[in-house]
C-alpha cells in the first residue's frame, strides 16, 4: 500500500525504492506523489535525513509457468553509479591512475579517464566503499580514501557546504555551524579561488559554484 518514508542518514533513493520492491529508483522518484520532494531536492542521490518519499503501489505481475518445474527469474535493479574525480596539486587531474574499490568483500580494479574521473556501478546496499590508490602518479606511494555512500547532505545545509570543501581539500571542519572559524575560512578560500564575492557565507551564488566544482 502506498506510505511515506522518512530518511535517513545515509540513505539514497536506489535504496530506498529496492526497500519496498522497487528495482528502479526512477519509478518512485518520478511519481506523481514526489513532486514536491522533487522541487526540493534536484537529484534522488542527494537527499536530506528527515524528508518525505512517497512510496507508491508496487505494480504485481503475473508470469504463467508450469508447476513441479524448477524456474529462475531475473530482476535488473538499477544500481547507483560512484564518480570520482581524482586531483593532484593545482587541480591537475591524475589521468590514467590504477588502483581498486574495495566494497561488500570485493576488490574492483579501477582506472581513471583522461579527465582523471573514475565511474564505478555499485551495489544498491553499498554504504561504504574504500579507494586505494597505488600508481607512481600518486606522490608518497599508495593512498587510501574511505568513501561514505549516500552521506552527501544537499548543499542548501551547512554539512552538505562542509562535505564539499572538506572533499575538494579546503579543510571546513565538521562543527556544523556557519560562524566557524574553519568554515568561514574554507568558504572564503574556495570564493577567492572561483571569483567569487569573498564574505565567507556559502550563500546562492557560492552553493551554485560548489555544486558544478565538486559533481553534486
Known amino acids: 500500500m502506498p506510505r511515506y518514508h522518512t530518511v ?26 514526489n513532486a514536491s520532494l522533487r522541487e526540493l531536492r534536484s537529484s534522488p542521490d542527494v537527499l536530506k535525513p528527515g524528508d518525505q518519499v512517497f512510496i507508491p503501489e508496487s505494480p504485481a505481475r503475473e508470469e504463467r509457468r508450469a508447476t513441479n518445474a524448477r524456474h529462475r527469474f531475473t530482476v535488473n ?18 589521468r590514467s591512475v590504477r588502483g581498486e574499490l574495495r566494497v561488500d568483500g570485493r576488490v574492483i580494479p579501477v582506472v581513471a ?9 555499485l551495489p544498491v546496499g553499498a554504504e561504504r566503499a574504500d579507494l586505494v590508490l597505488s600508481d607512481a602518479a600518486v606522490a608518497g606511494g599508495e593512498r587510501k580514501f574511505a568513501l561514505f555512500i549516500g552521506y552527501l547532505d544537499p548543499v542548501t545545509e551547512v554539512p552538505g557546504q562542509e562535505s564539499r570543501l572538506n572533499n575538494l581539500g579546503y579543510r571546513a571542519g565538521t562543527a556544523g555551524d556557519p560562524k566557524a572559524y574553519d568554515f568561514r575560512s574554507a568558504v572564503e578560500e574556495f570564493q577567492c579561488d572561483y571569483g567569487l564575492a569573498v564574505d565567507g557565507k556559502c550563500g546562492p551564488a557560492t552553493q551554485k559554484k560548489l555544486v558544478a566544482v565538486h559533481g553534486s
Open 77 to 94: 535493479v538499477t544500481r547507483p553509479t560512484l564518480r570520482l574525480a581524482l586531483e593532484g596539486l593545482l587541480g591537475k587531474p591524475l
Open 113 to 121: 579517464d583522461g579527465h582523471g574521473v573514475v565511474q564505478q556501478p
Open 8 to 33: 535517513q542518514q545515509g540513505e539514497h533513493l536506489a535504496r530506498i525504492a529496492l526497500q519496498y520492491g522497487f528495482p528502479d529508483y526512477r519509478v518512485v522518484w518520478s511519481d506523481a506523489g
